[in-house]
């Protein structure tokens, strides 16, 4: 909706923003390396992050806790995305 601004940083965090203000209005902390990606899923309930530490993460936008973790990759996880209908996500 333009309202929040989600952004991925090296230092292993994802955070949600207020665009109007600047704010920080969430964390989103559990990464052991740096976050490459951070995305909402399409009806903006959750966030997926994906990160050099081989692991994506599915979190709730509202509340910011880590729902589901996804490990199993060898090497550096840069990307991560959710179907079309959010039921799905691609590592």
Not at 13 to 21: D, F, G, M, P, Q
Not at 40 to 64: I, Y
Not at 69 to 89: L, M
């Amino acid at each position: 909706d333009g309202q929040e601004v989600l952004t991925a940083s090296d230092d292993g965090c994802a955070k949600l923003w207020s665009a109007a203000s600047g704010e920080c209005l969430r964390s989103f902390e559990g990464h052991r390396g740096s976050e490459c990606r951070a995305v909402f899923s399409p009806d903006g309930q959750e966030v997926l992050t994906a990160s050099d530490d081989g692991c994506a993460k599915l979190w709730s936008a509202a509340s910011g806790e880590c729902l589901r973790s996804f490990e199993g990759h060898r090497g550096s996880e840069c990307r991560a995305v959710f179907s079309p209908d959010g039921q799905e996500v691609l590592t």
